[in-house]
């Protein structure tokens, strides 16, 4: 695939399971709570998938 942004696109999703292995510490101690997991994850997957998705999308349907 010849995505220019590729690199950029996996480092998001890497920087996702780092949070995400962030927040189950968190939580394990009690400091984070289940609604601001989903809160993140909401966030992270609207603006993810609407915005880096879609161009990922277009990048491979156009060509």
Not at 38 to 57: A, I, P, Q, S
Request: net charge negative.
């Amino acid at each position: 695939m010849n995505y220019p942004e590729l690199e950029h696109h996996r480092k998001e999703h890497e920087r996702l399971i780092i949070e995400v292995f962030n927040f189950k510490e968190r939580f394990d101690k009690g400091v984070a709570t289940k609604f601001e997991l989903l809160e993140f994850l909401k966030d992270w997957l609207l603006n993810h998938v609407l915005n880096e998705d879609l161009k990922l999308k277009k990048n491979i349907f156009c060509e």
